[in-house]
């Protein structure tokens, strides 16, 4: 079964969206911020992640970067999901290798839109 | 809402629109009148079907119709409709009408996200095969058809369908709203249509997407809308019901295309016989 990361520091929001995610065919694993998600990737990098942008420690889009720049870390498909809603913050994340963006809030058919417009 | 509340509503759609509603549940009825109700100042969907009973009240049957009439939709719904006409029909569109410009149409665009998919899709291709795609669009309803125009979606529109690049590259963000760019609003053309009804010509198109709308429709409405809608495509143009969409009399006026379903040419028409 394809794995997904869910990287929220939120508990309720993890469980939701893990729902969702477990829904589209997917073993969920969870995070709560940058470094626990690194973690977890090193163990075992996932087919998907779905992360938040502002999370304590080492936030979204510098654990995004350190992805990309780990080995194997080219390959997990990226989907941000953030209350932050500017192009610019967009263009951004795009830039540090996001594959699609979730505008915060999201629902099950707006996430099931993105993994399917990502490719997943 | 009674029996004969909605026996009212499902007799005036079919008669002014040629809409089917039959098939819908009192409780979708109820739900679009009661916001009917609201945006009219009535408290209820009763009441509106009440005043409207009135001979005087023409123009609230029409929005009654109007309301019944809206669609769902969302942007490059089908994905793989849209990818078979990015790859597919409109390059081979492109090279069979070197030189002139091709009409696209969209027939029944409720609040737009279709007619702005291809606006999307011919502002993409234009980099590749030049500015040469209009695209028309046409609603029953004018109350969307007036939303549309404006170019205007939610937060949560434009995340059902639209990916993200694209978003970024065509709309710009206004307040917590998305409004398509300039460009994209430029290259759209809008109509109030009844397609259930005679309409004047609006010309030859080479696509029309006609979508999700004719299996909504009553055996009379669809007849007169596919004839209606065989006399505004090109000869060797194509028109797109939805991917999964059933139309009885489609045969008698279009052939399928091979290729994804849905997709359709015009049957030729028989000749006259002399007398």
């Known amino acids: 079964m394809r794995t997904c990361l869910v990287v929220d520091d939120s508990r309720v929001i993890r469980k939701i969206a893990g729902r969702i995610i477990e829904g589209l065919g997917f073993a969920v694993i969870e995070a709560e911020d940058g470094l626990e998600a690194m973690a977890a990737c090193k163990s075992a990098m996932p087919e998907a992640v779905l992360l938040d942008w502002s999370l304590p420690t080492v936030d979204g889009l510098e654990f995004l970067r350190q992805l990309r720049a780990a080995p194997g870390g080219g390959a997990p498909v990226v989907v941000m999901c953030t209350v932050r809603n500017e192009p610019g913050q967009i263009a951004e994340a795009l830039a540090a290798g996001a594959d699609e963006y979730i505008m915060k809030p999201f629902d099950g058919d707006i996430i099931a839109a993105k993994f399917a417009e990502a490719g997943l | ?275």
């Not at chain 2, 809402?1 to 409780?27: E, H, K, W």
Request: charged fraction near 25%; proline fraction near 4%.
């Open chain 2, 1 to 275: 809402m009674s029996p004969d509340d909605l026996a009212f509503v499902v007799a005036l759609c079919g008669l002014q629109a040629g809409l089917n509603i039959a098939a819908d549940r009192t409780y979708s009825t109820e739900t679009r009148l009661t916001a009917l109700a609201r945006r009219q100042g009535l408290v209820s969907a009763e009441a509106v079907i009440a005043a409207a009973r009135h001979p005087s009240q023409a123009r609230l049957r029409w929005r009654i119709v109007e309301a019944m009439a809206a669609g769902e939709t969302s942007f490059f719904r089908d994905r793989a409709f849209f990818e078979h006409l990015r790859d597919g029909l409109l390059p081979g569109l492109g090279e069979a009408r070197k030189g002139s410009r091709l009409r696209l149409w969209s027939a029944g665009c409720a609040t737009g996200q279709e007619a702005y998919s291809l606006a999307i899709l011919a502002e993409e291709a234009a980099e590749t095969w030049g500015d040469r795609a209009d695209v028309y669009a046409s609603d029953i309803n004018s109350a969307e058809l007036q939303r549309a125009r404006s170019g205007l979606f939610s937060q949560s529109e434009v995340q059902r369908g639209l990916p993200i690049r694209l978003l970024i590259r065509h709309f710009e963000k206004v307040g917590e709203d998305w409004q398509a760019s300039p460009e994209l609003r430029a290259r759209l053309r809008w109509r109030r249509l009844n397609l259930a009804a005679r309409f004047e010509e609006i010309g030859s198109f080479d696509v029309i997407l006609c979508r999700y709308v004719l299996s909504r429709m009553d055996a009379p409405g669809r007849i007169r809308a596919l004839a209606s809608l065989r006399r505004a495509l090109a000869p060797d143009g194509t028109l797109a019901l939805g991917m999964d969409e059933t139309i009885a009399e489609i045969g008698d006026f279009f052939l399928a295309d091979a290729g994804p379903p849905g997709i359709y040419r015009s049957r030729p028409r028989p000749a006259i016989a002399a007398a």
